[in-house]
């Protein structure tokens, strides 16, 4: 048998609610992209592909899957054939666990949902929108946990260290094919994650109420009819209120004078409509309006700019239909 997952990533827009005065918390905006993409394969038979040698901590997420399932997994052949760079704000550990955990339940042949298999690898405690954009993709609003003694969750925390489940997804759209996302990663280093990702939600947290409250409001009063009537210049100039006049959480530790640099630069291209950075950064994307206007954004950048100054600088098309599961026996 071999099973091949390819996976979306995805951009972080925004988490809605760390305040909690309303007994939830979290709530997170975002969208799922074609590009980049896990790409993994299985294969029962060892000499049809050289499998890698897994990890440490992927063998611990294995286990963690089977002890939640009940069932036992051994000689997992994998090979490798795209990923997504870790730590620059596209997801990448979470589409990477539930590719393999789609992977496990195909062996085991288990009739679960995406919802279930987050629940086993520990995916979703904070933003649902990875979870999501493994499913089925499109521009995903999640409706958080509930929060206090007892509930989902009783801290402000990162979905690394949380044990709350995937959150409620209450709003999904799929915009105009010829949306495009240009993704641009500065080289100067990557975002936070581990102790420093930690350190951001125990140090900023609880926010005021007042930012919440008009976040909610440009959500539900701009952004989201925006993408319902499909009026890219209304969604881009929600996400950029959204990320640069309103507080950002986490925005300290990636706001450097390059980023603003390059912010700057976007505000003054007519092929962008909208910008921002995702998740913890480092990376910036721009919203375009088709292929060529993304690709003529991004000639412009390698007009202005050395090539050594960024990790990645591509185009990505809105993911539709989440991951891509082929099971051949």
């Given amino acids: 048998m071999q099973i091949t997952v390819q996976t979306p990533s995805r951009l972080h827009f925004g988490l809605i609610d760390l305040n909690g005065e309303l007994g939830r918390i979290n709530g997170s905006f975002g969208v799922a992209l074609e590009k980049p993409g896990w790409v993994i394969k299985y294969c029962s038979d060892t000499q049809k592909i050289k499998p890698v040698v897994l990890e440490k901590k ?122 495009y996302f240009v993704l641009i990663t500065p080289a100067a280093k990557k975002g936070a994650s581990g102790k420093k990702e930690v350190s951001l939600f125990r140090d900023n947290c609880p926010i005021p109420a007042e930012g919440v409250e008009k976040l909610s409001r440009l959500l539900l009063m701009k952004i989201l009819p925006s993408l319902i009537e499909k009026d890219i210049k209304s969604f881009g100039e929600g996400l950029i209120t959204m990320q640069h006049i309103m507080p950002k959480f986490g925005m300290n530790y990636f706001n450097s004078d390059f980023n603003q640099e390059i912010f700057a630069f976007l505000q003054e291209n007519k092929k962008s409509f909208g910008h921002g950075i995702s998740s913890f950064g480092p990376t910036i994307f721009s919203l375009s309006d088709s292929a060529a206007s993304a690709m003529a954004i991004i000639n412009s950048i390698n007009e202005n700019y050395s090539k050594h100054e960024f990790n990645l600088l591509s185009k990505s098309k809105i993911n539709t239909t989440g991951a891509k599961i082929i099971v051949e026996n």
């Fill in 58 to 179: 992927t063998l611990a997420v294995i286990a963690k899957f089977d002890a939640y399932f009940g069932v036992s997994s051994s000689d997992l052949n994998l090979k490798l054939i795209d990923s997504v760079p870790s730590h620059i704000g596209l997801g990448s550990n979470t589409q990477f666990l539930l590719a393999l955990g789609s992977i496990l339940s195909k062996i085991h042949k288990l009739n679960t949902s995406v919802t279930e298999i987050a629940k086993a690898v520990q995916r979703g405690g904070t933003s649902g929108i990875g979870v999501a954009s493994f499913d089925k993709g499109g521009v995903i609003l999640d409706g958080g946990h509930s929060f206090g003694p007892g509930k989902q969750t009783e801290t402000f925390q990162p979905s690394r260290v949380s044990n709350a489940p995937p959150p409620p997804i209450i709003f999904r759209n799929y915009p105009p094919t010829n949306w």
